[in-house]
């Protein structure tokens, strides 16, 4: 399948994009992340602390273990904080 993925904030500095076109074969967001940390270092570095970083599918909140399954987006991004 064929997603879209979007990295926020310092996920998006350490992997020097915003925005990107991902094939992949992944059953769950944790299986996508586990695909991208394979790929490079810097995906690698950037996904090395997971209690560090929040997800979204199709602009909902969800868990790591979310099936993909007709999803088109995936955003990435660090914790938010209210105020």
């Known amino acids: 399948m064929k997603l879209q993925v979007l990295y926020f904030a310092w996920l998006r500095e ?3 994009l915003g ?5 992949t074969e ?9 695909e991208l940390r ?8 950037a996904f090395s602390d997971m209690t560090a970083v ?6 909902t909140l ?3 273990d979310t099936s993909l399954v ?8 660090p914790p938010m904080t209210g105020g």
């Open 14 to 16: 350490r992997i020097g």
């Open 62 to 64: 969800m868990p790591l």
């Open 38 to 45: 394979a790929r490079e270092d810097r995906y690698d570095l």
């Open 19 to 23: 925005r990107e076109d991902v094939v």
């Open 54 to 59: 929040r997800c979204a599918v199709d602009q």
């Open 26 to 34: 992944a059953a769950t967001v944790a299986d996508l992340i586990a």
């Open 70 to 77: 007709g999803a088109r987006e995936v955003a990435f991004f």
